[in-house]
DNA sequence: GATCTCCGCTAAATCGGATTAGCAAGTGCC
DNA sequence: GGCACTTGCTAATCCGATTTAGCGGAGATC
């Protein structure tokens, strides 16, 4: 990409100094003794100069890179991505590093290449991540790289992890119900787990409903049935439409995503139900929809930005990385989508 | 990272040969001549030590370093964003190139850091993208780079730009109106320009209305008006619903984003309004919510992956670059929110 | 037989920094 | 004055490739 670029050689020369004094200088290091005066003028040259070191030839010596390998199966998709991405770069710009960012499909192949593309550029570190919340394998290039897990699991492998704190997130989600005195007539839709469409090993299914069920039965209460729907708009509709048809008439609807929440919100607004009044309505994500449906809903947030963010700072931590899984708070976002529980009729 | 690499002096010493003609048989070159059994030899000696050229050692002498910049604005945020940068990811992998993804925040202290970043590290060329299509101007430190505009133009940059169709996109969202035998009761909502949330020089929004205008008068109808709305559901459910209480009845929506669309929605369900049998919508996007909605809606669609894709070729295809604007289609995303023209009562 | 030309390959320089080894001048001490 | 030490700086290497210059030997030419 054009322009001859001043180099250290360059600024060493204006100083009057040898390039090595340069390069002390210039990188500040005190365990070799450069005079003020000599620091100066070298400082005032690179300046004159506007001289930026080439990060290429540093990294060849130094085998640091300043940058980091981001892979993940799938950039794109539902409630992931963008977030995540934006918590990482900030992260990282904070500490000055670049992000390689890579999308493997899914396919073992592709991941291979890319992973030793980032490796041939001296990449500092990897984080490997996925979009849906499960088991993985990382690749044989990653043994004993510098890699953090992000949103997702690896037995065996020797890395941090980090993930949403799901369990934590169903606790809430029945928190929140009961506090609004729902105890029965609760329904969970699209639960245990994503079926057919998601990967195996997706635990975050699981986990919130172990949460949930927890609190509940805690307070004395429990689900009147778990509804099993794919996490998307099409299924929540036609599941929860399927229950309405049978004859139930829950009073409260805690969704696996705010997907199925819209889908939800469409098949009681069709059986002349309405939210919160008719049906108290508690979700998980907190895309942006949440916010556009009337009424507001409700919904447990996965903290993208803060597990993007909390990724590239514990693999820019110094020290060694001890692999530990670090569960990120989910927060509740509280809008209008729950009302106060009536009496049963 | 850790990791003793197989050098090419490794592999020179196996197989008995000098660095330079590892090198040469290695890289496949011609010009020099590498006997059939030395490049063999060589070939064989590489794949049993598993040797991996280290990229940081190849462009500090050749300048290049088999890497791209992209540089945005924001990267989340609506419309845009993750598509983007797959169709981006896509083509680079397809040309063994890898991507910085920055994010400047629409900072310029912070986005002449992040290209200066970019610089360093010995970028190939520089994707410079804009969330929202508007005019732009690209930082100093880009002058005479190899550089292309991606959903942005910027007058006086010597760089060719890749944006949507938009003006195209208003044809066809109009055309498709008229195919369904609308010529009356047609209402723009969010019209020309996206007003105070976005940034200046936004010329989407006028693009859309003069391509919808030109096809609608050659086709003997008009707008019966222009409602102008910022970008998002909350506005368009506002506009849209004051429309009614104004006591206008349209007979068909165009409507400046699928977020509009969704407000639009919400406003006509409340007037006891059905789509489409009352009233046809057709918008422009295709966000994820254009498949929830019911009725599904039809909408143009921004290119997103294609833009990625096309800047990425662009940039990479050899040759100088020539300062041309490349428009990429919008398609249109037939779905059910458009019904058949009624004759007006 | 001497000179030329190819061939096939290697030595050495280069890219732009970081780092190690070491040198000359100045200071302190006896 | 002599020796040890410190100070401040430089020469030389190294990182791992690419690339230029050039060297012996074989065959061709006259």
């Given at each position: 990409m054009s322009g001859n670029r001043v180099t250290m050689a360059d600024v060493a020369r204006r100083a009057g100094v040898s390039p090595t004094t340069a390069s002390f200088a210039l990188s500040g290091r005190t365990d070799m003794r450069i005079s003020e005066a000599a620091r100066s003028k070298v400082l005032a040259a690179?300046?004159?100069?506007?001289?930026?070191?080439?990060?290429?030839?540093?990294?060849?010596?130094?085998?640091?890179?300043?940058?980091?390998?981001?892979?993940?199966?799938?950039?794109?998709?539902?409630?992931?991505?963008?977030?995540?991405?934006?918590?990482?770069?900030?992260?990282?710009?904070?500490k000055d590093h670049l992000l390689f960012i890579t999308e493997t499909g899914g396919d073992r192949a592709v991941e291979s290449g890319l992973v030793n593309g980032l490796l041939d550029r001296q990449v500092d570190a990897v984080i490997y991540a996925a979009m849906y919340t499960h088991y993985?394998?990382?690749?044989?290039?990653?043994?004993?790289?510098?890699?953090?897990?992000?949103?997702?699991?690896?037995?065996?492998?020797?890395?941090?992890?980090?993930?949403?704190?799901?369990?934590?997130?169903?606790?809430?989600?029945?928190?929140?119900?009961?506090?609004?005195?729902?105890?029965?007539?609760?329904?969970?839709?699209?639960?245990?787990?994503?079926?057919?469409?998601?990967?195996?090993?997706?635990?975050?299914?699981?986990?919130?409903?172990?949460?949930?069920?927890?609190?509940?039965?805690?307070?004395?209460?429990?689900?009147?049935?778990?509804?099993?729907?794919?996490?998307?708009?099409?299924?929540?509709?036609?599941?929860?439409?399927?229950?309405?048809?049978?004859?139930?008439?829950?009073?409260?609807?805690v969704c696996s995503t705010d997907r199925v929440s819209f889908g939800a919100y469409q098949a009681l607004a069709e059986a002349g139900l309405?939210?919160?009044?008719?049906?108290?309505?508690?979700?998980?994500?907190?895309?942006?929809?949440?916010?556009?449906?009337k009424p507001a809903l409700t919904t447990v947030a996965l903290p993208h930005h803060e597990l993007g963010r909390k990724a590239v700072e514990l693999i820019l931590g110094d020290g060694p990385l001890r692999a530990e899984t670090h569960r990120v708070p989910m927060p509740l976002r509280e809008r209008d989508s729950i009302g106060p529980a009536r009496p049963t009729g």
């Open positions: 690179a300046a004159e100069l506007g001289y930026r070191p080439n990060a290429t030839a540093r990294s060849l010596r130094t085998k640091s890179s300043q940058t980091l390998g981001f892979v993940s199966d799938t950039i794109t998709t539902t409630p992931f991505a963008g977030e995540v991405i934006r918590g990482a770069l900030g992260a990282a710009r904070a993985v394998s990382p690749p044989p290039e990653l043994h004993g790289r510098r890699v953090l897990l992000l949103n997702c699991l690896a037995p065996g492998f020797d890395a941090p992890s980090v993930i949403p704190d799901e369990i934590e997130a169903g606790r809430t989600a029945g928190r929140a119900l009961l506090a609004a005195g729902h105890t029965a007539g609760i329904w969970a839709i699209g639960g245990h787990q994503a079926i057919p469409a998601t990967p195996d090993g997706v635990f975050a299914g699981l986990e919130r409903m172990r949460g949930l069920q927890e609190v509940l039965r805690e307070a004395g209460a429990r689900l009147d049935g778990v509804v099993e729907s794919d996490w998307n708009a099409e299924d929540g509709y036609r599941e929860v439409s399927r229950l309405l048809a049978e004859g139930h008439r829950p009073r409260a609807l309405s939210v919160p009044q008719d049906v108290s309505v508690v979700s998980f994500d907190d895309q942006d929809i949440a916010g556009w449906l």
